[in-house]
């Protein structure tokens, strides 16, 4: 299903049933357009995922629609769009109608803090489906790394997602009514058609035959280690079957295959939830995972524990359709290993990163996976000079879907080594971060080789650092602990309405970098926020609708050099940082 950018009404993502994201460069009613010409409206890039996103602010509803603000600590700055619906009683409703038959629906949602709730689905007055609401995973206060304490104020990362099978499939043109049975602010709804559990494999081994209980009564942990050590030595398989599996710790994998009947029917959940694979210097190898999910209990971040939802060394592996939710880091994974690929899978709600590719991970794919509500970077790439062996490097983030990262950047690379990000869309950064960050940061390896950005999408990102006390941009480079002096590439890029500046040079000294027909469209303040010395080269890129001056530098500060021609980008300024348009 190909969506045209003419047929929609708001900016923000819609996400085909059928295939890949497809952006929509629609208009806000009532607001200037953002959208492009009608040659180039529709922009497949992005995840394909299996569901389409219905922002609930486009459907019909007896609430009040809030938004939009970018202000930290508000619900609106939180929400897809920076749009959302706010029910305020028992009784209140908003209405999405199905743009194809569906049979499942993913909500995302915030109440009150300390409260649970339930959100009836209705069909033509009919009650199909009652979705469980809680603030026990949403809601952190105070300073990094957060608390859950109120007293501590900060208030923020209010949303939670919650998801149902509806029992039967809905035709497209469907009404489907989302009912409050108390204060609820509803953001958007994901609906899909969910196909019939796969089969078990002839040859597999099933967790049930090791006494897992697909109730989740009991911890089934033994079991399916069990289960994985016999799959291991027979060289088979192991399956899991339909159910919801209660699995309070870490599952450790090597040379085996682990596969469910799909993300919707076979689930791990528990306190400490995990997949792991051996670490460095003996990392596993031969691991694959596939088609289920990971529900973890973790309600608040704590760094120095390790409850993730994939994490290890996996060499020459292969995680495919996993879910991933409530836990700390969808995936944490840790170098020195080679090989892995990370496809189709689905990670919201977490308290620290989507995924990150930790110290010396090399030729390693994460690509056709989608990222949501993080609480911090949707996908990293973080080369630790500080782990022994070689950089990262021969890394790709492709063909990705990164939104609401709440604290930090949708995709950043630390350091490393001929590593790119293609294909991607991010949106909607909050707070301490932008769109795409290239930073030599954390004691991260200097970069080295080609770094490319390229076919990359960047909505409504950037934010205000509090540690730089400066505007971020929605593509940013810091080189403050080492210069970035090695090519990096961003090419085919379209960057559209930043909060602050549209691409931002921070810190030391950078050269090599070159713009290769990028559009910056509809930035906050400035095209060019340029604080550090350094040398830039631009063909083919254009700017239009610059809220402030085309480009911002203090040429008793910096020396910074740009050759060729960005057309538009008109007027220079130095002095206080000014208020986004």
């Known amino acids: 299903m190909r969506v045209r950018a003419s047929r929609l009404w708001a900016a ?17 009613a009532g607001a200037a357009p953002l959208g492009e010409t009608a040659s180039t409206a529709s922009i497949e890039r992005g995840a394909p995922v299996a569901f389409v996103e219905l922002e609930a602010e486009r459907g019909k509803t007896n609430g009040v629609r809030i938004g939009p603000s970018r202000t930290f600590g508000t ?22 109608t199905l743009p194809a038959a569906a049979n499942a629906v993913d909500v995302r ?46 208030a923020h990362h209010f949303y939670d997602d919650t998801r149902a099978l509806l029992g039967r499939t809905l035709p497209a043109g469907t009404k489907l009514r989302l009912v409050a049975t108390s204060p609820t602010v509803v953001d958007l709804a994901d609906v899909e058609n969910v196909a019939a559990p796969l089969a078990r494999p002839a040859s597999a081994l099933s967790v049930a035959d090791f006494g897992a209980d697909a109730s989740g009564t009991k911890d089934s942990s033994g079991a399916f280690q069990n289960a994985i050590a016999a799959g291991e030595a027979q060289h088979r398989p192991v399956w899991i079957p339909e159910g919801t599996f209660t699995v309070n710790g870490h599952l450790l994998v090597d040379g085996v295959t682990l596969q469910g009947a799909g993300p919707w029917y076979s689930v791990l959940r528990g306190n400490g939830v995990g997949v792991y694979g051996s670490y460095a210097p003996h990392p596993s190898h031969d691991v694959h995972l596939s088609d289920f999910a990971i529900f ?3 309600k608040e971040r704590n760094d120095a524990a390790q409850v993730n939802g994939v994490g290890g060394a996996l060499a020459d592996s292969t995680v495919s359709n996993l879910w991933i939710q409530h836990t700390k880091v969808g995936m944490w994974l840790d170098g020195p290993f080679d090989g892995l690929t990370v496809s189709g899978c689905r990670i919201q709600d977490v308290t620290a990163d ?37 950089p990262d490097h021969d890394d ?28 991607s869309i991010v949106s909607d950064t909050l707070a301490e971060g932008g769109g795409i960050h290239v930073g030599t940061r954390f004691s991260a390896t200097p970069f080295a080789g080609t770094t490319t950005i390229a076919r990359n999408t960047i909505l409504r990102a950037g934010s205000f650092s509090t540690s730089t006390q400066s505007p971020l941009g929605a593509l940013w480079f810091w080189a403050q602990e080492l210069p970035i002096d090695a090519p990096v590439v961003v090419r085919d890029t379209t960057i559209r309405d930043s909060t602050y500046a549209a691409v931002q040079f921070y810190g030391t000294t950078l050269t090599k970098l070159r713009l290769d027909g990028v559009r910056l469209d509809h930035a906050g303040t ?48 130095c002095g206080p940082f000014p208020k986004p348009r």
């Not at 939104?403 to 930090?408: E, G, I």
């Not at 040398?535 to 050099?561: E, K, S, V």
């Open 12 to 28: 923000g993502l819609l996400v085909s049933a059928a295939g890949a994201a497809v952006l929509a460069l629609g208009a806000v």
């Open 109 to 154: 949602y915030s109440i009150p803090d300390g409260r649970t709730s339930k959100l009836l689905v209705q069909v033509a007055g009919k009650t199909v489906a009652t979705l469980p609401l809680t603030a026990a995973y949403s809601w952190y206060y105070g300073g990094f790394p957060f608390t859950n304490r109120p007293a501590d104020k900060g």
């Open 526 to 573: 400035f095209g060019l926020q340029i604080q550090a010395n350094g040398a830039l080269a631009a063909t083919g890129t254009t700017a239009r609708r610059i809220g402030r001056q085309g480009t911002y530098i203090c040429p008793t500060a910096n020396h910074f050099a740009v050759a060729g021609t960005i057309a538009g980008l008109r007027g220079r300024y």
């Open 75 to 96: 619900l609106a700055a939180e929400a897809s769009g920076r749009r959302a619906v706010r029910l305020a009683r028992a009784g209140a409703w908003v209405e999405l």
């Open 354 to 390: 989507g995924i990150n590719l930790h110290g010396g991970i090399s030729h390693t794919v994460v690509e056709k996976t989608f990222v949501r509500n993080t609480g911090d970077d949707g996908l990293a790439l973080w080369s630790d000079a500080a782990v022994t062996g070689p």
């Open 396 to 423: 790709v983030f492709r063909s990705d879907t990164v939104s609401l990262p709440l604290l930090a950047n949708g995709i950043a690379l630390y350091g490393g080594t001929d590593d790119q990000v293609t294909d």
């Open 296 to 298: 973890g209990e973790v």
